[in-house]
Every structure is written in C-alpha cells, then in structure tokens.
C-alpha cells in the first residue's frame, strides 16, 4: 500500500474528520466568547469599578524609555489574565451546559421502554411456518 493510499484512508477515517470539525468548531466557538467578554462582559464590571478596563491593568517591573525607539517595557499584565479567566469561565459554563443537556437527552431515551418489533411481511411469515414445519418433520 502506497503512503498517499495509506493517508487518505487514514484522513477518510470518522474519527478523523469528526476531529478537524471539533477544532474548527471550538475556533469559531472561541471568538465568540472573546467578543462576548471583551465587549459585554468585562465594560459592565469596569463601570461598576469605576471605569476600570480590566484589559490595561498591569503592574510595572520596567517603565518604556520614551527617548529611545524600542519597547522596554516589562509588566506583570494581570488584567489580561482576569479577561481570560472570564472567558474560560464562560467556556466551561457553556460546556457544562452542553454535557448537561446530552445527558438528559440519553437519561430520557435510556427510560422510554423498547418498542416491540413491528410483524414481519407476510413473505417472511410464511417462510417461518414452513421453517418450522420442516424442523417438525425432522423430529419425526
């Protein structure tokens, strides 16, 4: 088997492509929930702190030099860090949300009786009875 027939029954496989959907997904996913902090979550809470934007607060270990070219800048951006705290709060509320919901899902249909089969065609009927007379016969 060659390696480019090898690939693509690998690349072919559910799994696989159940995989790539997921990550796409959770990309999609992930800059909604970016907006969803940044713009209306997070100004709320700063205009009940006073106008603070979480996103800016840092503490400064090394001030810019403003005469010189270069970023020197060096801090501590801890109010990034609070956005993404927010953010995989959210996430893994929504995800929560989600396993919840699946397993109620599988909860009800795991409770709700098996229905009966339903009768066989008619075809298949008779086949059975003569089945059984020829076993019968058999016996005999």
Known sequence: MSIFSEFREFVARGNVIDLAVGVIVGAAFNDIVKSLVDQVVMPPIGLLLSGVDFSDLQLVLKPDNPITKANELVAIQYGAFFNTMIKFVIVAWVVFLIVKAVNAVRRRDAQTPPT?????????????????????????
Do not use: G
Request: net charge neutral.
């Open 116 to 140: 009966e089969k339903p009768a066989p065609p008619p075809q298949e009927a008779l086949l059975a009875e003569i089945r059984d007379l020829l076993k019968n016969q058999a016996k005999s």
